[in-house]
């Protein structure tokens, strides 16, 4: 067995904590890869791995790409992930949540939790009886807080169309044609906004039943979720789970951009290079995803003060996400590199890292 720092995606990563608990069953990932700028934050991932080094490997994937998404969105944070080991029914325990409480109490506030894939709001509830370092609770009218997904979907949809503007010089989204994978909370989010400006919508999700359905609702076209990567469109808008970019990935792909909020779209960090060559307009994930984040991080930065948290003040934060992709596709166009690695580079800096 290889230690921990051979793995191909460690990163330096301050603290990798594995959690078994007997008695609930619980198996967990903690990972902080950087507190520079604050506790780390990023959501717990409830999922079946097929091998216990899948789980290892989001883990750590995961908490740099949270290091970065916190510091380009600007928050007092730093970046973490948590990734809960489920058998292949899916079992999740309240004795399991607990325990999970428990250790994230553990942590000291080095690490706050929030909602991630198999994660839901009452989950979220269920931890937080056991730690306050826990983020994505019910929300009140008019306060943040709650489900970062139409948060998330929100800055996706202000991404794209600031990519359709800088690649296909389009001030609407008018019979833009978008090929969405994934059709939950995120990708749902994300094809309603588009709708409503006149998009030309291609759905997609492993529940054919649910892009079916959506696609009803918002006059778009239903296709099988293996396809659709290769559908002809402007914008391919991947918003179900990562690194689907990979050399066959983005060999299939027929568009002129990239733009959607699947965590770690990238198979390696290379491929930002193959869709660099290809003349393909890349919006890296962990900046234009960054809306659900922005909201639940600054619901627990208001909480851990005492005050309440205005959402007006998260939909100005998240309305920054264009002008911070157009300063990587600008860098990018006058350097002649990947905007991968140009945001890459942003972030470092920002975390002290450079």
């Not at 059709?183 to 030309?200: F, I, M, N, T, Y």
Request: proline fraction near 3%; charged fraction near 25%.
């Amino acid at each position: 067995m290889s230690a921990l720092w051979t793995e191909p995606d460690w990163d330096e990563h301050e603290r990798v904590e594995v959690v078994h608990h007997r008695a609930s069953g619980l198996t967990a990932i903690i990972a902080l890869h950087s507190t520079h700028l604050g506790p780390a934050a990023g959501g717990t991932r409830f999922w079946h791995y097929a091998e216990a080094s899948g789980a290892m490997r989001d883990a750590l994937r995961l908490s740099r790409g949270m290091s970065f998404k916190n510091a380009m969105a600007g928050l007092p944070i730093g970046g973490g992930k948590a990734v809960v080991l489920l058998d292949k029914n899916g079992t999740k325990t309240p004795e399991m949540l607990e325990a999970f409480g428990d250790a994230v109490e553990a942590m000291g506030g080095r690490y706050v939790t929030a909602e991630d894939v198999g994660a839901s709001e009452a989950d979220m509830v269920a931890i937080a009886q056991r730690t306050s370092h826990v983020c994505g609770l019910p929300a009140e009218e008019g306060d943040a807080g709650g489900d970062p997904g139409p948060f998330t979907a929100m800055g996706i949809y202000l991404g794209i169309k600031a990519a359709a503007a800088h690649k296909l010089g389009k001030d609407s989204m008018e019979g833009v044609r978008v090929a969405v994978q994934g059709c939950g909370s995120v990708g749902g989010g994300v094809a309603r906004l588009l709708a409503k400006d006149g998009a030309d919508l291609v759905l997609a999700d492993i529940d054919i039943k649910r892009a079916q359905e959506l696609a009803r609702e918002v006059g778009g076209t239903a296709v099988e979720s293996d396809n659709v990567i290769g559908t002809q469109c402007d914008v391919f808008s991947p918003n179900a789970l990562g690194a689907i970019l990979d050399d066959e990935g983005i060999a299939r792909l027929d568009c002129a951009i990239v733009a959607g909020g699947a965590n770690n779209q990238l198979a390696r960090r290379e491929h930002g290079k193959r869709l660099h060559e290809r003349g393909i307009l890349y919006a890296p994930d962990y900046v234009i995803n960054a809306g659900g984040i922005i909201n639940v991080s600054w619901e627990y930065l208001c909480r851990q003060r005492g005050e309440t948290c205005d959402i007006n003040e998260v939909r100005q934060r998240i309305a920054q996400i264009p002008g911070r992709l157009q300063s990587i596709w600008d860098a990018s166009d006058a350097e002649g590199r990947p905007s991968n690695e140009v945001a890459d580079a942003m972030a470092m800096e920002l975390i002290g890292r450079g």
